[in-house]
């Protein structure tokens, strides 16, 4: 049956796209989002054409309400939603961070397998169904969009599910999301719970039924194209596919399935601006550390690549032969738009308007200063090249470590060397260091001059795009006792880049523990004596 309804009743094919990317893909092992990288991300997810924004859980910590009110104060033309669990302090906390938002949406949600009913909340079938209708009411009163979710929805008895369902749609929520919460359930299986549900859910017809599933067995996108198959009309996905654990449903292949096959999903469609999927999945890798793997669909390096010859020669006579997309279509070859030195100021702010970043009048003159310098290296400045330099830039600009200038020599039969000079606290500090590698070598001289005690757990580097004037990208990731900072860095010289983020990452360190920087036998400045 296909699925009625409320905010798609002129066009019963729409999909609602949920993004969680800031909310469960923010849950990611390390992904953790500094306040104003999570405004990027917003903007960003606004111009990619999402319907449907969680911006976070504000009852888990000031930080977090922070933010989602921020977003909410912030976003235009899309719902925020804030998750809350099914009790009156969450949703009292969620209804005031999104107090402000154009469309304000309060998700909430309680389990309802036995699994969890029995260890984890220690309640009884009815009383989770009495808490259900209790809590929907209550969030009633701060506004008229509730989602309503039932937390590993997958393993609980189809039959009391049922009635939990109508049980928040008596209570007036106006979404019933259904998560995979374990990645557990299979695409026939979610399909006929669908079915399921639309068949005995008392007024169904009255709510939007969601889909949100996670990608233990790599099922998830499967899995929500069989819902949405079956007739769900919200699919809740994050970029890339970050998210707990093994992550979430990913965006983009939902967003591309549907564009792609509509003749194998009824028709539907998203208003996803499908050529912005490449810059907004680099955004987000990049200010999350989060890499994408090279073989990941639609955004991954590797994704439109033809490495055998026969493929190759196939392409060369026609390109439908060995692809199904193009990848213009979803924001690659497109990422060749764009400026060169001659397109002034007014054109470099377009640009940036259309892929989502918005800048003030101080902001956009620097980045226009460095987009100029680039341009002298570089022959052509694509949409990835500007996401990737910009987000530098607003990372970079608080950031108590400043790097000044550094120098590193390598060569064959002796260790590398390298030298910093670092601007902190409005005074320069300089290290010393020998490595293995000129990276290592400019890393220890780092570690010397700042002197925080941290591990090194995780270095990827990258060109943000084709070519050998190539930026290259560094992200990385360090551990101080349990805690663990991601920082990125941006320059033509990757070991420059290596050196920013290395930076960024022990500025987070010192903007989070103040007094991590322990002053060292430092500012031997002898290299730039
Ligand atoms: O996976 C899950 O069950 C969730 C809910 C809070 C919707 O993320
Ligand atoms: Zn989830």
């Known amino acids: 049956m296909m699925q009625p309804d409320v905010a798609t009743a002129n066009q ?159 209570a007036g929520a106006t979404t019933l999301n259904v998560p995979d919460t374990v990645g557990y359930t299979s695409p026939v299986e979610y399909a006929a719970l669908m079915e399921y549900l639309f068949e005995h859910v008392p007024e169904v017809e009255k709510a939007i039924v969601s889909v949100h599933c996670h990608d233990d067995l790599g099922m998830a996108t499967a899995n929500t194209l069989a819902a949405v198959r079956a007739g769900a009309r919200q699919v809740e996905v994050t970029m890339n596919g970050i998210g707990e654990r093994a992550g979430n449903t990913s965006l983009e292949e939902v967003v591309m399935a549907l564009a792609t096959r509509r003749d194998q999903f009824g028709g539907a469609v998203t208003r996803i601006r499908t050529d912005r999927l490449v810059p907004t ?101 694509t949409a990835a090249d500007l996401v990737a330099l910009v987000s530098d830039q607003l990372e970079v600009a608080d950031d108590p470590l400043q790097l000044v200038r550094w120098n590193a020599s390598i060569g064959s039969g002796g260790p590398a060397t390298g030298s910093i000079v670092i601007r902190y606290d409005g005074r320069e500090i300089a290290g010393d260091g020998e490595g293995n590698g000129a990276v290592n070598a400019l890393f220890q001289a780092i570690d010397a ?48 880049a290596s050196a920013r983020a290395y930076l960024a990452a022990l500025s987070k360190v010192i903007q989070q523990e103040p007094t991590a920087m322990i002053p060292g036998p430092v500012s031997s400045v002898s290299r730039w004596a």
């Not at 405004?39 to 309400?65: K, R, T």
């Not at 912030?74 to 099914?86: D, F, I, N, P, Y």
């Not at 497109?334 to 640009?351: D, E, P, Y």
Request: proline content about 3%.
């Open 12 to 170: 019963p094919e729409r999909v609602i796209v949920f993004d969680t990317t800031l909310r469960d893909g923010e849950q990611s092992p390390g992904a953790t989002l500094t306040a104003n990288e999570k405004l990027e991300v917003a903007d960003a997810l606004v111009a990619l054409g999402i319907d449907v924004m969680e911006a976070g859980f504000p009852a888990a910590s000031p930080g977090d309400f922070e933010a989602v009110r921020a977003i909410a104060n912030r976003v235009k033309g899309v719902s925020v939603a804030g998750l809350a669990r099914c009790n009156a302090s969450d949703i009292e906390r969620a209804a005031q961070a999104v107090r402000r938002a154009e469309a304000p949406r309060i998700h909430t949600f309680i389990a309802t397998s036995d699994i969890h009913l029995k260890h984890k909340l220690r309640m009884e079938r009815q009383e989770v169904l009495e808490r259900i209708d209790h809590m929907v009411r209550f969030a009633k009163e701060f506004t008229s969009d509730v989602e309503f979710s039932a937390e590993d929805a997958t393993r609980s008895d189809w039959d009391f599910l049922a009635q939990v369902f109508g049980a928040a749609v008596a």
């Open 449 to 496: 001059a700042v002197a925080i005690p941290c591990e090194l757990e995780e270095y990827h580097v990258e060109a943000v795009t084709p070519g050998e004037d190539a930026q290259g990208q560094v992200r990385l990731r360090i551990r101080t006792g349990d805690q663990v900072y991601t920082g990125h860095g941006l320059a033509t010289d990757v070991i420059e």
């Open 281 to 381: 999945s680099r955004l987000v890798s990049t200010l999350t550390g989060v890499p994408v793997q090279p073989n990941k669909a639609i955004v991954g390096a590797n994704a439109f690549a033809h490495e055998a010859g026969i493929h190759q020669d196939g392409m060369l006579k026609e390109r439908t032969t060995y692809e199904i997309m193009n990848p213009v279509d979803v924001g690659w070859e497109g990422t060749k738009l764009v400026l060169g030195k001659h397109s002034g100021r007014a054109g470099f702010r377009n640009t940036l308007h259309e892929v989502g970043i918005r800048l003030d009048e101080a902001q956009l003159n620097e980045a226009y200063q460095r987009f100029l310098e680039l341009a002298d290296r570089k022959k052509t400045v």
